[in-house]
């Protein structure tokens, strides 16, 4: 099985809102729902999981019940923090779903991921053992000395740049989760990130600029103007 394993654990105090930003409205629409949808309609999604911030799960169920979210099987809280959150996430999956069956951690604000990244994410974990969707970095990085100042570039064909989802087989993923808690480990990032400090090596599947993940105000105004292009495509 293929388990989406979506994260919507946070609560976007950058966004500038009220309601969490995975909530937000656009075009009358939850953010979170598009992002569910592109999981739901692609076909070799077999389950989907939700790490939902808490006093949000009834009304996550009403818009998966009228936007015909078939694939939401079950609904956690989120945590102390995205490592608490996904941690939460994979011990439900856990006691539901075999050990080698793969689990995609994604964030619910990356409401743009097409089934092509989906697709090569399943791929690359099943022939990797890992799958963590990226995208070059095709800007100029400076190492900053301090927080104004920078005397070092950092090549960047060095650097990718990390997006979601990112994919593990389940007991592998469980496993490094509960190796972080007993060496200290306790506010990594991202899954990929927890790999890396334990001593693993993370393999890449395909990413996409339009994959954005919606942070602040002017995100949602990129989100938008997509939306318009995709409607006319």
């Excluded at 656009?26 to 006093?55: R, W």
């Excluded at 301090?146 to 060095?158: A, G, H, L």
């Excluded at 990413?207 to 995100?219: Q, S, V």
Aim: a neutral charge; proline letters at 4%; charged letters at 20%.
């Amino acid at each position: 099985m293929n388990i989406a394993l979506i994260i919507a654990g946070g609560n976007g105090r950058r966004m500038q809102q009220e309601i969490p930003k995975q909530f937000l409205n656009v075009n009358d629409k939850p953010v979170m729902i598009y992002t569910l949808e592109a999981f739901q309609s692609h076909p070799d999604i077999d389950a989907i999981g939700v790490v939902c911030v808490d006093g949000w799960h009834d009304i996550l169920m009403a818009y998966a019940r009228q936007y015909k979210i078939s694939k939401l099987e079950w609904i956690v809280s989120g945590g102390e923090n995205g490592q608490g959150s996904i941690r939460n996430g994979l011990l439900e999956a856990e006691k539901r779903y075999g050990e080698n069956d793969i689990i995609l951690v994604h964030d619910a604000i990356r409401p743009m991921v097409s089934h092509e990244i989906i697709s090569d994410c399943i791929v690359q974990c099943k022939r990797h053992g890992s799958a963590v969707s990226i995208v070059p970095c095709n800007t100029v990085a400076l190492r900053r000395a301090t927080e104004q100042t920078s005397s070092e570039v950092v090549p960047r064909d060095q650097l990718a740049l990390t997006q979601t989802p990112q994919a593990f087989p389940l007991k592998k993923l469980c496993d490094a989760h509960r190796k972080a808690k007993e060496v200290g480990i306790t506010n990594s990032i991202a899954s990929c990130t927890l790999m890396i400090e334990l001593g693993e090596t993370v393999h890449f599947s395909i990413g996409a600029e339009t994959n954005i993940k919606l942070t602040t105000p002017d995100d949602l105004k990129i989100f938008k103007a997509l939306l318009a292009l995709k409607e006319q495509a």
